[in-house]
Nanobody, 123 residues
């Protein structure tokens, strides 16, 4: 079973960048799609991006398309979410999640979750 730990969150100004990391322990990381989700206070968890097991396919929510980039290094069991041109509305707790092989933008399809990392965008 894969376990996930996120890091890289913080407090930044609008327009700044952050890179989140999601480190996996356990076997067969390279067979899992990694999804990124976020949850702002008082709101439901929402899809941000996913990257398929081989890194060949990525998909983004419209709200982050062109600003965020998902990537992964299967040799290091790590997935990344590069976030550029951050906006105050990007403020949320960000989670990575793992799903065997198939990709999905539905959080209910993911069974393995990290603990989350806070991203705050404010001037």
């Amino acid at each position: 079973q894969v376990q996930l730990v996120e890091s890289g969150g913080g407090l930044v100004n609008p327009g700044d960048s952050l890179r989140l990391s999601c480190v996996a322990s356990g076997r067969a990381f390279n067979s899992y799609t990694i999804g990124w989700f976020r949850q702002a206070p008082g709101k439901e968890r929402e899809f941000v991006a996913f990257i398929r097991w081989n890194g060949g396919v990525t998909y983004y929510a419209d709200s982050v398309k062109g600003r965020f980039t998902a990537s992964r290094d299967n040799y290091k069991n790590t997935a990344f979410l590069q976030m550029n041109s951050l906006k105050p509305e990007d403020t949320a707790v960000y989670y990575c999640a793992a799903r065997a092989f198939d990709s999905s933008a539905d959080s209910h399809d993911y069974r393995i979750w990290g603990q989350g990392t806070q991203v705050t965008v404010s001037s």
